[in-house]
């Protein structure tokens, strides 16, 4: 069985090291491909339909929203057949103390019963936030690893610790 890296990645302005900052990779991105390279797999990046702002405080407002109505935004495409993959690793930034409402869209397309979801994600500061709470609720059957927080302004150089983490989660 293979092992599928699904992630939510915006770039844009984003806050790092206290200021805002352009960017045009996203940290969660930079992260999945760290283990990507260490443990191999598929990789998907969820796309939503409306993006969210590259402005970083009108993104903010607009994830609030959709957190505070536990709204599910239309995503561009899911992965056609995700039998094959007994190890998901979902990626996402923490916005609010919580994953981006658009991961719970891609998530609750499917039966994960059996799978083994292994989350990470980047923030300033926020680590985990209530995100694995979340995705034990939403995984219904699926087996929710501990995650991985990875300090967005450090995403660059964490490869050995993400590859260390991943290597121990497949």
């Not at 209530?130 to 699926?142: D, P, Y």
Request: aromatic share 10%; glycine share 10%.
């Amino acid at each position: 069985m293979a092992n599928l890296i699904v992630y939510y990645s915006r770039t844009g302005e984003n806050y790092l090291n206290g200021s805002i900052k352009y960017i045009t990779k996203g940290n969660t991105e930079r992260v999945a491909e760290l283990i990507r390279k260490a443990v191999g797999g598929d990789m998907f990046r969820i796309d939503t339909v409306q993006p969210y702002s590259d402005r970083y405080f009108q993104c903010l407002e607009q994830a609030k929203t959709e957190l505070q109505t536990d709204a599910r935004p239309e995503i561009k495409a899911f992965v056609e057949d995700i039998s094959e993959y007994s190890t998901i690793f979902v990626g996402y930034p923490n916005w609010w103390g919580q994953m981006p409402m658009c991961v719970c869209t891609f998530l609750e397309h499917y039966d994960l019963t059996g799978k083994r979801i292994v989350p990470f994600c980047t923030n300033e500061g926020g680590g985990m936030g209530g995100s694995e709470k979340l995705l034990k609720k939403i995984c219904k059957g699926a087996i929710v690893a501990g995650g991985l927080s990875v300090r967005g302004a450090d995403a660059d150089r964490s490869e050995p610790v993400v590859a260390s983490w991943a290597k121990r989660r497949v």
